[in-house]
């Protein structure tokens, strides 16, 4: 069946107005309330495969795949029925169990990592493995790049990406720190430098390297939109464990999703530790950091740097993880076929903007797609600042003309959309036509 756009949201509204009394602005996380793109954040009913059906009875093809963890589609069979096994055996036990044991072997296994610990979101893998970097070197200051968004732990809000490029409130182009309540003394351990400037990492490294625990980043970004890391800079990165501090790759958003191995299996890249979750719970929440042994063997109760979680290893979040794991692991062309797709859709765009005279930049690795309202050559976007002047006046005229029509794009202009094995040809080309239409109304507006 073809998605309809919606012809009412009258149930979506009621339910934002309700919620805005008793939730901060109505959300759970900042970017669902639409701030940048404007219109009615629309309450989800339903997902299925490739579409969501909100509240009013409209179906969307979504290309968010609740930001990434979808890559099987909604609702897939076999994830499904792991998990009304698990919950059949009980929700949790605050204790060791085999799905545990079970996950981290094929994580470990399918990324080369030693020892793989698991939290309940990315966020807690992150701080995680930076309060672990700071165990084990001693050291005391982190490195960031500007517009890279590692969750939203104290001392990686500085300078970050996502829903700090586009909240209306928020400090686009601002200084560290990304949010109040962060104290300056705090932000003040967090040394920021640019993304794709391998020049002025190897000098910030010259300068305070011997201070510096670790560096974190995303091999592939998507917070900030997607960028794509040159290969100078990939040598740039590897040249940051000569000065004894940790290589961490955020492999949050692109564990699983760029291969088996990840951005940096994909890239030849060799961190120290890595981050991970959304794919690896399958829609469930999981995180997990992991890495070399004798890094990972100061966690706690093997050693001294502490991290719990009273829920971390749950055993329906295992259930999930593992039957998505599984069923990548078990389609062989799964990862061509999402690159096939997205391809498909990032020349369908470009030859639909391009029609319509609308300017648009897109970057694309895999199944990770941002088309940037902006007139640079294609797959150039390589910079924050390059992706911070886009027309995001103009993508939020073409996202709405894009809800309109059934295809629920990512609601910012510095996000990624994720493409999901459940999109086939039917989609494509629903989705194309609604490009089409969509960029010459946003031409002619
Ligand atoms: N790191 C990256 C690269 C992310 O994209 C995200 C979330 N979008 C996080 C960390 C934080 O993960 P979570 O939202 O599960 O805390």
Same mark, same amino acid.
């Given at each position: 069946p073809s998605p309809a756009g919606p012809s009412s949201t009258a149930r979506s509204e009621a339910l934002f107005a309700r919620a805005r009394a008793v939730t901060p602005g109505g959300v759970n996380s900042p970017v669902r309330a639409f701030r940048s793109v404007g219109?009615?954040?629309? &309450?989800?009913?339903?997902?299925?495969?490739?579409?969501?059906?909100?509240?009013?009875?409209?179906?969307?093809?979504?290309?968010?795949? +609740?930001?990434?963890?979808?890559? @099987?589609?909604?609702?897939?069979?076999?994830?499904?029925? *792991?998990? *009304?096994?698990?919950?059949?055996?009980?929700?949790s036990f605050g204790a060791p169990s085999a799905r545990e044991v079970e996950l981290a072997e094929l994580v470990t296994r399918l990324t080369g990592t030693d020892k793989v610990r698991f939290t309940s979101s990315g966020t807690e893998a992150t701080m995680s493995a930076l309060r672990l970097a700071r165990g084990f070197t001693g050291r005391k200051f982190i490195v960031k790049f500007r517009g890279n968004y590692h969750g939203h732990a104290d001392g990686l809000l500085v300078e970050a990406g996502s829903g700090l490029m586009t909240n209306a409130d928020g400090p686009l182009g601002a200084a560290a720190p990304s949010s109040a309540g962060v104290p300056p003394e705090y932000a003040a351990l967090t040394l920021v430098t640019e993304y794709n400037d391998p020049a002025a990492l190897d000098a910030l490294m010259q300068e305070r390297g011997a201070e510096i625990a670790a560096v974190i980043f995303e091999p592939v970004v998507g917070n900030a939109g997607v960028l794509?890391?040159?290969?100078?800079?990939?040598? =740039? @990165?590897?040249?940051? $464990?000569?000065?004894? =501090?940790?290589?961490?790759?955020?492999?949050?958003?692109?564990? &699983?999703?760029?291969?088996? +191995?990840?951005?940096?299996?994909? @890239?030849?890249?060799?961190?120290?530790?890595?981050?991970?979750? $959304?794919?690896?719970?399958?829609?469930?929440?999981?995180?997990?950091?992991?890495?070399?042994?004798?890094?990972?063997?100061?966690? +706690?109760?093997?050693?001294?740097?502490?991290? *719990?979680?009273?829920?971390?290893?749950?055993?329906?979040?295992?259930?999930a993880g593992l039957a998505t794991l599984r069923t990548l692991e078990a389609d062989p062309d799964i990862y061509a076929r999402l690159d096939a797709y997205t391809a498909r859709l990032a020349a369908g765009l470009q030859d639909a903007a391009h029609a319509a005279g609308v300017p648009i930049s897109v970057n694309r690795i895999g199944s990770m797609l941002t088309a940037f309202h902006q007139g640079a050559p294609h797959g150039s976007v390589g910079s924050y600042a390059q992706a911070a002047g886009s027309d995001t006046a103009g993508f939020a005229a073409w996202f709405q003309g894009m809800l309109a029509r059934g295809v629920y794009w990512a609601p910012s202009q510095f996000e990624s959309i994720f493409v999901s094995a459940a999109h086939t040809d039917a989609e494509l080309s629903t989705t194309l036509d609604a490009a089409h239409t969509a960029y010459t109304a946003a031409a002619g507006a």
């Amino acid at each position: 069946p073809s998605p309809a756009g919606p012809s009412s949201t009258a149930r979506s509204e009621a339910l934002f107005a309700r919620a805005r009394a008793v939730t901060p602005g109505g959300v759970n996380s900042p970017v669902r309330a639409f701030r940048s793109v404007g219109g009615v954040p629309r &309450f989800i009913a339903s997902a299925h495969g490739a579409y969501l059906t909100d509240v009013d009875g409209a179906r969307y093809i979504d290309y968010i795949g +609740s930001w990434g963890p979808m890559i @099987l589609g909604h609702d897939h069979p076999a994830v499904r029925e *792991a998990v *009304a096994h698990a919950l059949s055996g009980g929700t949790s036990f605050g204790a060791p169990s085999a799905r545990e044991v079970e996950l981290a072997e094929l994580v470990t296994r399918l990324t080369g990592t030693d020892k793989v610990r698991f939290t309940s979101s990315g966020t807690e893998a992150t701080m995680s493995a930076l309060r672990l970097a700071r165990g084990f070197t001693g050291r005391k200051f982190i490195v960031k790049f500007r517009g890279n968004y590692h969750g939203h732990a104290d001392g990686l809000l500085v300078e970050a990406g996502s829903g700090l490029m586009t909240n209306a409130d928020g400090p686009l182009g601002a200084a560290a720190p990304s949010s109040a309540g962060v104290p300056p003394e705090y932000a003040a351990l967090t040394l920021v430098t640019e993304y794709n400037d391998p020049a002025a990492l190897d000098a910030l490294m010259q300068e305070r390297g011997a201070e510096i625990a670790a560096v974190i980043f995303e091999p592939v970004v998507g917070n900030a939109g997607v960028l794509v890391p040159t290969p100078d800079f990939v040598d =740039a @990165l590897h040249r940051v $464990k000569d000065a004894g =501090a940790l290589l961490i790759a955020d492999e949050v958003m692109t564990g &699983f999703r760029l291969s088996l +191995s990840g951005a940096t299996g994909l @890239l030849g890249l060799e961190p120290d530790l890595s981050c991970w979750g $959304k794919i690896i719970g399958g829609g469930l929440p999981v995180g997990a950091y992991g890495g070399r042994a004798e890094i990972m063997e100061f966690v +706690s109760p093997q050693g001294p740097v502490y991290q *719990a979680g009273t829920l971390s290893g749950n055993p329906l979040a295992m259930a999930a993880g593992l039957a998505t794991l599984r069923t990548l692991e078990a389609d062989p062309d799964i990862y061509a076929r999402l690159d096939a797709y997205t391809a498909r859709l990032a020349a369908g765009l470009q030859d639909a903007a391009h029609a319509a005279g609308v300017p648009i930049s897109v970057n694309r690795i895999g199944s990770m797609l941002t088309a940037f309202h902006q007139g640079a050559p294609h797959g150039s976007v390589g910079s924050y600042a390059q992706a911070a002047g886009s027309d995001t006046a103009g993508f939020a005229a073409w996202f709405q003309g894009m809800l309109a029509r059934g295809v629920y794009w990512a609601p910012s202009q510095f996000e990624s959309i994720f493409v999901s094995a459940a999109h086939t040809d039917a989609e494509l080309s629903t989705t194309l036509d609604a490009a089409h239409t969509a960029y010459t109304a946003a031409a002619g507006a």
